[in-house]
């Protein structure tokens, strides 16, 4: 089982935020979307950033 990471400042379940996460069996794991949260997060197999409120933040996010 993979271990996703999910970047958000939504304060709603990982599946409010992406529905399509209730249909896999991996473990999802939320922070919020800084990038001082990377500096501590846990490992994971991927990283998703919720750009849907704040698509320039998220490219900022990703540039990291």
Known sequence: MSTLLLL???LQ????????LSLLGHQVKILP???SA??????SDLL????????AHAR???RL
């Open 33 to 35: 979307a800084e990038g």
């Open 13 to 20: 379940p990982s599946v409010e935020v992406l529905p399509g």
């Open 8 to 10: 958000t400042s939504a």
């Open 60 to 62: 900022d996010l990703c």
């Open 38 to 43: 990377l500096l501590e997060a846990p490992d």
């Open 48 to 55: 998703l950033v919720d750009g849907r409120q704040d698509l």
